[in-house]
């Protein structure tokens, strides 16, 4: 057997939850110690049940709540920020072994870790997590395939403190899943004693309820108002590694409202600035802006099925006469960059080599399209949802960019809830999109987006070379085979330009300028028990 050891730093959790009890309140001395961090989002939380689709702002709530078995290694950038890496350390799990054969991850449990209830952590309440994630009800039965899980037998109890993960075969992204924030450990003893004949899963009660694994509990819950975020005072790092007292979750819809309680000092973290502020916002002294460069990617989506994007001359012509230059500066401001790949810059084995479509490349992009047959152009509509201010400019440029090769683009901006009907529907010829990898894995982020019958492959696209690439690269663990599946994948779906890669805009939050410890995960939510204050 090949020993881990598990060092013990860092958390995992984010932004946002709601509703335990206040008997769970840390007592008033340690709250007294550290000052209270308050946060405006531009978000609110729809419920806290860990296993189902839900708000950017309950991601950030259960982020903060559930403590999985391991979680990644943060380490400082240049700005000290604390960013996850791909290397990861004991979180309820103080060590794991894994067999030679890559097949068999066994879990040493920390005997002193707690739920907030006092109620000891064993092996139990994480094969109870396990068997919830892939029987139950939620999404996550989407995600034990890229283990090569496929069945809850998989996982067994060794003893209290001992669990077992036995996977089909290798699998690259094992300890990787393993320590997303979705399989932090559910108390066996509150599911079951919430769980009726109509709800085996206590899903409704989790929808509201949570008793803590992590290291916050919710103290105080006004929906659309304010939630309190204090810590969980049975946390296994101990109330010494907190770095406030409590964190306060302020929903603040308005973007200049939450500039102002920014510059007044109001609030200490700022999210959702808009890009076209920050320069002025960084002329205050007493305002920090961290922009973090993410993997997150918008598209221009191109329906592989629909004329005239069935035709893959047409699509490398739409790529080639994008503005791309234009939209980074224009849209994002500068704040992000532009992939050249369907693997995102910042994501390993990225590569920019198959990349032929630059900016302002008309005549060949003309040309292409006199081939395909379109050479006095053609008439698209272009649907983004509207509340995004970013994609519907964006648009703006695309169909500036596109009259140049004659293609007339008509913006159709609709409802986000219409916009995601339609994305849906799978018949959508040409829109704009965005993807964000938790795993930062190019072959998790490729089978999504571009596997044949992949629900969020809402291009049709489908080949099955690349599809054979993707099988192969997800259960490899050789990193030189790896980096070489998937420096084909990439060569393979650029020249087929399914996708043209706008942006990846980075992610930016702004702070009061004596605020310590912003630090992100591989979800890019929160963890607050690192942040602090400077007097």
């Given at each position: 057997m090949k020993?881990?050891?598990?060092?013990?730093?860092?958390l995992?959790?984010?932004v946002?939850?709601f509703?335990?009890?206040s008997q769970?309140?840390?007592?008033?001395?340690?709250?007294n110690e550290?000052?209270p961090?308050?946060i405006?989002?531009?978000?609110?939380?729809?419920?806290?049940?860990?296993?189902?689709?839900?708000?950017?702002a309950?991601?950030?709530?259960?982020?903060?709540?559930?403590?999985?078995?391991i979680?990644?290694?943060v380490v400082p950038?240049?700005n000290?920020?604390?960013?996850?890496?791909?290397?990861?350390e004991?979180?309820?799990?103080?060590?794991?072994?894994v067999?030679e054969?890559g097949?068999?991850?066994?879990?040493h449990?920390?005997?002193?870790?707690?739920?907030?209830?006092?109620?000891?952590?064993?092996a139990?309440?994480?094969?109870?997590?396990?068997d919830?994630?892939?029987?139950g009800?939620?999404?996550?039965?989407?995600?034990t395939?890229f283990m090569a899980i496929?069945?809850?037998d998989?996982?067994?109890?060794?003893d209290?403190?001992?669990l077992?993960?036995?996977?089909?075969r290798?699998?690259?992204l094992?300890?990787?899943?393993?320590g997303?924030?979705v399989?932090?450990?559910?108390?066996?003893?509150?599911?079951e004693?919430?769980?009726?004949?109509?709800?085996?899963?206590?899903?409704q009660?989790?929808?509201?309820?949570?008793?803590s694994?992590?290291p916050?509990?919710?103290?105080?819950w006004?929906?659309?108002?304010e939630?309190?975020?204090?810590?969980?005072p049975?946390?296994?790092?101990g109330l010494d590694?907190f770095?406030n007292?409590a964190?306060?979750?302020?929903?603040v819809?308005?973007?200049?409202?939450?500039?102002?309680?920014?510059r007044?000092?109001d609030?200490d973290?700022?999210?959702?600035i808009p890009?076209?502020?920050?320069?002025a916002?960084?002329?205050d002294?007493n305002?920090?802006?961290?922009?973090i460069?993410?993997?997150?990617i918008?598209?221009?989506?191109?329906?592989n099925?629909?004329?005239p994007?069935d035709?893959?001359r047409v699509?490398?012509?739409?790529?080639?006469?994008?503005?791309?230059?234009?939209i980074?500066?224009?849209v994002?401001?500068?704040?992000?960059?532009?992939?050249k790949?369907?693997?995102?810059v910042?994501?390993?084995?990225?590569t920019d080599?198959y990349?032929?479509?630059?900016?302002?490349?008309?005549?060949a992009?003309?040309?292409?399209?006199?081939?395909?047959?379109?050479?006095d152009?053609?008439e698209?509509d272009?649907?983004?949802?509207q509340?995004?201010?970013?994609?519907v400019?964006?648009?703006?440029?695309i169909?500036?960019?596109?009259a140049?090769?004659g293609?007339t683009?008509?913006?159709n901006?609709?409802?986000?809830?219409?916009f995601?009907?339609?994305?849906?529907s799978?018949?959508?010829?040409?829109?704009?999109?965005?993807?964000?990898?938790?795993?930062?894995d190019?072959?998790?982020?490729?089978?999504?987006?571009f596997?044949?019958?992949?629900?969020?492959?809402?291009v049709?696209?489908?080949?099955?070379?690349?599809?054979?690439l993707?099988?192969?690269?997800?259960?490899s663990?050789?990193?030189?085979?790896?980096?070489?599946?998937?420096?084909?994948?990439?060569?393979?779906?650029v020249?087929?330009?399914?996708?043209?890669f706008l942006y990846?805009?980075?992610?930016?939050?702004?702070?009061?300028?004596n605020?310590?410890g912003l630090?992100l995960f591989?979800?890019?939510?929160l963890?607050y028990?690192?942040?602090?204050?400077?007097?």
């Amino acid at each position: 057997m090949k020993k881990r050891s598990v060092f013990s730093c860092v958390l995992l959790f984010v932004v946002l939850l709601f509703g335990i009890s206040s008997q769970l309140a840390v007592p008033a001395q340690a709250q007294n110690e550290k000052p209270p961090i308050i946060i405006a989002y531009d978000g609110d939380i729809d419920h806290i049940e860990p296993m189902q689709f839900r708000s950017v702002a309950a991601y950030d709530a259960t982020a903060n709540l559930y403590e999985p078995l391991i979680t990644q290694v943060v380490v400082p950038n240049e700005n000290g920020e604390l960013v996850g890496q791909a290397e990861f350390e004991g979180a309820i799990a103080e060590s794991w072994d894994v067999s030679e054969d890559g097949t068999t991850f066994t879990f040493h449990l920390r005997p002193d870790a707690k739920f907030a209830d006092g109620t000891p952590i064993t092996a139990n309440d994480y094969k109870y997590t396990f068997d919830r994630a892939i029987t139950g009800p939620g999404y996550l039965a989407l995600l034990t395939p890229f283990m090569a899980i496929d069945s809850a037998d998989q996982v067994q109890v060794v003893d209290d403190y001992t669990l077992q993960i036995t996977t089909n075969r290798p699998a690259a992204l094992t300890e990787t899943i393993v320590g997303f924030q979705v399989f932090g450990a559910i108390s066996q003893a509150t599911a079951e004693a919430n769980a009726t004949a109509d709800d085996p899963w206590a899903e409704q009660y989790f929808h509201q309820n949570s008793n803590s694994s992590g290291p916050y509990v919710i103290t105080e819950w006004n929906q659309g108002v304010e939630y309190v975020f204090e810590p969980n005072p049975n946390y296994w790092r101990g109330l010494d590694f907190f770095q406030n007292s409590a964190t306060i979750f302020r929903v603040v819809p308005e973007a200049s409202t939450r500039e102002q309680l920014l510059r007044t000092g109001d609030v200490d973290v700022a999210l959702g600035i808009p890009f076209s502020s920050l320069d002025a916002l960084a002329q205050d002294s007493n305002i920090t802006i961290h922009a973090i460069p993410t993997t997150r990617i918008y598209h221009l989506g191109m329906n592989n099925t629909i004329a005239p994007f069935d035709d893959a001359r047409v699509r490398q012509a739409v790529s080639m006469a994008v503005p791309y230059d234009a939209i980074i500066e224009n849209v994002l401001a500068g704040y992000g960059q532009q992939p050249k790949s369907p693997v995102s810059v910042g994501m390993e084995g990225y590569t920019d080599e198959y990349w032929n479509y630059g900016d302002g490349d008309l005549d060949a992009a003309r040309a292409l399209l006199d081939e395909a047959g379109y050479g006095d152009g053609f008439e698209i509509d272009l649907t983004v949802p509207q509340e995004d201010q970013g994609r519907v400019d964006a648009a703006t440029w695309i169909q500036a960019g596109l009259a140049e090769i004659g293609i007339t683009v008509n913006i159709n901006a609709v409802p986000t809830a219409q916009f995601s009907e339609l994305l849906y529907s799978h018949e959508l010829p040409f829109f704009i999109e965005q993807w964000y990898s938790w795993g930062n894995d190019p072959f998790y982020q490729l089978t999504f987006n571009f596997k044949c019958d992949s629900f969020p492959n809402y291009v049709n696209y489908c080949n099955p070379e690349v599809d054979a690439l993707i099988d192969a690269g997800t259960f490899s663990r050789d990193p030189q085979e790896r980096a070489d599946l998937i420096r084909r994948a990439q060569q393979i779906i650029v020249e087929d330009a399914p996708w043209a890669f706008l942006y990846q805009p980075d992610l930016v939050i702004a702070t009061r300028s004596n605020v310590t410890g912003l630090a992100l995960f591989n979800d890019l939510t929160l963890r607050y028990a690192y942040l602090g204050k400077t007097e």
